[in-house]
């Protein structure tokens, strides 16, 4: 079974900085697109950003500049560094992504959701 599983959350000051991982695990014959979304207290889960299999990046306007997503294919990994963190940062983090496995002689593509890690920032 594909996992994915996110870390490096916790409570941080505004202005500072965190680094989120989220490392996926299991029968994986290539991760392609990959994202970070968030969902804050009444709000609407949101994307923050994104990279493609080819290293594109994109980022919703309120994190450009502050935010860096980046993957590391060896190990399975996409990371997002949070620089310059506001309290409307706080929220939950998922990571996402489609990941293509091998399954008794079969290549499946299937879209797949991290369990989320608290980012608290205080004012």
């Known amino acids: 079974q594909v996992q994915l599983v996110e870390s490096g959350g916790g409570l941080v000051q505004a202005g500072g900085s965190l680094r989120l991982s989220c490392a996926a695990s299991?029968?994986?014959?290539?991760?392609?697109?990959m994202g970070w979304y968030r969902q804050a207290p009444g709000k609407q889960r949101e994307l923050v950003a994104q990279?493609?299999?080819?290293?594109?990046?994109n980022y919703v306007d309120s994190v450009k500049g502050r935010f860096t997503i980046s993957r590391d294919n060896a190990k399975n990994t996409m990371y997002l560094q949070m620089n310059s963190q506001k309290p409307e940062d706080t929220a939950v983090y998922y990571c996402?992504?489609?990941?293509?496995?091998?399954?008794?002689?079969?290549?499946?593509?299937?879209?797949?959701w991290g369990q989320g890690t608290q980012v608290t920032v205080s004012s």
């Open positions: 299991g029968s994986i014959f290539r991760i392609n697109n």
């Open positions: 990279i493609t299999s080819d290293g594109s990046t």
């Open positions: 996402n992504a489609d990941i293509t496995y091998y399954d008794g002689g079969y290549y499946y593509t299937d879209n797949y």
